[in-house]
């Protein structure tokens, strides 16, 4: 019996250090290429005139737009 565990434990180890293994790689993967992405101008440029301000200051404080 306790051979038979010993038999099917080490398999199941090595999978499972594997599985972590690759899960932190492909995280690591979709962290680089996100991290890439935002270094590009053309990325930012296309997210600053998406995301613009609803009020505009000058330098009284007064609402200019």
């Known amino acids: 019996m306790i ?23 492909v995280d690591n993967f979709i962290d680089k290429r996100i991290s890439d992405k935002l270094k590009d101008y053309e990325v930012i440029k296309q997210i600053a005139s998406l995301v613009r301000p609803f009020c505009v200051f000058d330098h009284k404080g007064t609402i200019i737009f």
């Open 3 to 25: 051979t038979e565990i010993k038999k099917y434990l080490w398999p199941i180890v090595v999978a499972i250090g594997v599985l972590i293994g690759l899960y932190f790689a």
